[in-house]
């Protein structure tokens, strides 16, 4: 029976040259399980900072320990692991980054034929431009508000929370929105 990998044996695995366990085996389950706990946070930072997002970044960081898993019989220096970790981290960083980008051009000439077909006029688009830019929860009960033509009762059920605080939003949307359009009127037309 096989002994529970440690840390140690990381350092040491690269000098004994034993052949790495076939996949699936409980030693490679254990070497995952080691290299998780030394390099996960590790890794979640690396990502972050190259993907400036938190849960794309994890996400990237557990698609790194999946392919390290599954092809961990490829891999030649198990001391070398938490390199090729790194490797598989910074490389599916750089493809979500290309990925979000192309999207994002993509969704943006859709979303610009798009509103071109919906609004038509340079006041719509400029009231568009200007509800992007409001505040996420404002924004939403705006949308869901004016643009859904849905009532307050709704709009709080949609998003979580009492009828005050979907009052109190669109208010200060209003208010946001009028400075910003150059509007005094602020009210449901």
Not at 71 to 84: I, N, T, V
Not at 90 to 108: A, K, M, P
Not at 179 to 186: C, F, I, Q, S
């Amino acid at each position: 029976m096989a002994r529970p990998l440690v840390v140690e044996d990381l350092a040491m695995a690269g000098a004994v040259e034993e052949p790495l366990p076939a996949e699936g085996t409980v030693e490679a389950a254990d070497l995952l399980s080691v290299l998780f706990d030394a390099h996960y946070r590790e890794l979640c930072r690396l990502a972050y900072v190259l993907l400036g997002d938190g849960p794309q970044a994890e996400d990237v960081v557990q698609e790194a320990f999946l392919r390290t898993f599954t092809g961990l019989g490829r891999l030649r220096d198990r001391s070398r692991a938490d390199a090729y970790l790194r490797r598989c981290v910074v490389n599916l960083s750089r493809s979500r980054l290309r990925r979000r980008s192309t999207e994002g051009r993509c969704n943006e000439a859709v979303h610009r034929t798009h509103r071109d077909e919906t609004f038509t006029t340079p006041a719509d688009l400029d009231m568009v431009e200007a509800v992007r830019s409001l505040p996420p929860r404002q924004r939403a009960a705006v949308v869901l508000f004016y643009f859904a033509d849905l009532p307050e009762t709704e709009v709080a059920a949609t998003l979580g929370c009492s009828v005050g605080t979907v009052k109190s939003q669109l208010a200060k949307a209003r208010a946001a929105l009028a400075r910003g359009l150059g509007d005094d009127e602020g009210s449901r037309s």
